[in-house]
Nanobody, 123 residues
Framework: VQLVESGGGLVQTGGSLRLSCAAS????????MGWFRQAPGKEREFVAV????????AYADSVKGRFTISRDNAKNRVYLQMNSLKPEDTAVYYC?????????????????WGQGTQVTVSS
């Protein structure tokens, strides 16, 4: 399984970005997918997850109401729409896949990870 993130960049406070993660080498529609992030000097943390069907999602409290996770199983892609960005959202964002198929926050269940994409929010 290969996961490749794109869409990161530099944006001002209050701006928006849309991250995309392209999956290959797998039956994408059977995988639960997640977005995690790691800020400098901090541990990696859960951001948002989505089940194999897209019918179940979950968000970290810090992004709820601002970020939206979605997926397109026909295109083997998962997305993270990020609005009202804050400087504290600055981090490397990672896409991850879990064979469990569920929308789980547990990092240990994610077997496959992308290389990450940098998001920087300037104040």
């Amino acid at each position: 399984v290969q996961l490749v993130e794109s869409g990161g960049g530099l944006v001002q406070t209050g701006g928006s970005l849309r991250l995309s993660c392209a999956a290959s080498g797998c039956t994408f529609s059977s995988l639960g997918m997640g977005w995690f992030r790691q800020a400098p000097g901090k541990e990696r943390e859960f951001v948002a997850v989505i089940s194999w069907s897209g019918g179940s999602t979950a968000y970290a409290d810090s992004v709820k109401g601002r970020f939206t996770i979605s997926r397109d199983n026909a295109k083997n892609r998962v997305y993270l729409q990020m609005n009202s960005l804050k400087p504290e959202d600055t981090a490397v964002y990672y896409c991850a896949a879990t064979p469990s198929g569920v929308a789980t926050r547990a990092e240990t269940l994610y077997d496959y990870w992308g290389q990450g994409t940098q998001v920087t929010v300037s104040s």
